[in-house]
């Protein structure tokens, strides 16, 4: 629960900030984080946090803090429990985060992106990376409006808040609470005074490696793969890690129960036979266990491809 709000805040912020090269600020009392709870397998509420604060330098250092004793539930008692017993007394939690300020060339009034953003997140005492996609628009000289492009869904055991969650729900006598929440976050930042537009910069050209593909266009399309897969070395989630997956042999990544037949499989990952695979695996390997059906679109391969590279260096 806890860490989907700021998990959120951070991309909006990141956007932002990367979009304008100046220094800008959180106005608290148009920035809103909420999140939705269900109780008793019914019964639907709407909680959220009352002051957000931070900014973005001009460098695009990012720091915002959420105030966890801002929490409202709209129930004095649970609000104390809230923060006493999910987050432990803890005054805030904070999210830092270094912008590439030659991402994002500079918005003009009345223009708008979609950015990816990765942060950290330091909550109750753990650092949590975070990343998610959102949307930004510059509505004037001296303000930008940001917000999650798409809902973001948290549980409780991720956030580290499971047992803080078991203790309220004793309290309250219920027979059940939410252990996954929806989650929605808007970011109004300002910065002082009316500043001229900047000259538009031109976007920089995709990065190239080894393959043919766009690096940033590949981390998109790797949005299909990573329901099961992770470009972390040494992380298997449903299927293998694929760090290092170019050139090396198949079904040799360490501490991964791979199926029989890909167990069995003489194959080298490269070029030739990932572009077969990921065009229709069940083709290339009958009887493999992965679900996926395969990307149609050559370009969607070799961008991936060329992403998968890059996180491998």
């Known amino acids: 629960m806890v860490k989907t709000f700021f998990r959120t805040s951070a991309m909006l912020l990141l956007l932002s900030g990367s979009a304008l090269a100046q220094n800008w600020t959180v106005d608290s009392d148009n920035s809103r984080l909420s999140y939705g709870t269900i109780k008793k397998n019914s019964v639907g509420e709407v909680n959220s946090f009352e002051k957000l604060s931070g900014s973005v330098s001009e460098d695009g250092k990012l720091q ?24 432990q007394s803890i005054g805030s939690a904070d999210l830092t985060a270094q912008l590439d300020a030659a991402e ?13 953003l990765e ?39 991720e956030a580290g808040v499971n047992a803080g969650v078991d203790q309220l729900k004793t309290l ?7 252990r996954t929440v929806p989650v929605t976050l808007r970011l109004m ?7 001229a537009a900047a000259e538009p910069v031109a976007a920089p050209a995709p990065v190239q490696v080894a393959f043919a593909g766009d690096v940033k266009a590949g981390k998109k399309v790797f949005k299909k793969c990573k329901a099961c897969h992770s470009v972390k070395e040494g992380q298997n989630n449903v299927g293998p890690s694929l760090h290092g997956v170019i ?3 198949a079904a040799a990544v360490e501490g991964f129960k791979y199926s029989k037949v890909m167990a069995n ?27 996926f059906a395969g990307l149609k679109k050559p370009a969607d391969i070799e961008n991936l491809l060329a992403y998968l590279d890059s996180t491998s260096k």
Request: avoid cysteine.
């Open 104 to 116: 994002l060339s500079q918005l003009a009034v009345g223009a708008t992106t979609v950015v990816d």
């Open 247 to 249: 050139g090396r042999q």
């Open 172 to 178: 309250a006598k219920l027979n059940g609470i939410t």
């Open 119 to 157: 942060a950290t997140l330091n909550l109750l005492g753990t650092e949590i990376p975070v990343e998610t996609e959102v949307f930004v628009a510059r509505i004037s000289d001296s303000k930008v409006l940001a917000t999650t492009n798409d809902m973001v869904f948290l549980g409780t055991e």
């Open 64 to 87: 915002l803090k959420i105030d966890l004793g801002s929490v409202e539930t709209n129930i004095d008692i649970r609000n104390e429990r809230m923060r006493q017993i999910v987050f």
């Open 189 to 195: 930042l300002t910065t002082e005074g009316k500043q």
């Open 265 to 291: 499989a003489d194959v080298t990952w490269d070029t030739e036979s990932l572009t077969e695979f990921l065009t229709k695996p069940k083709k290339f390997l009958p009887k493999n266990r992965m679900a």
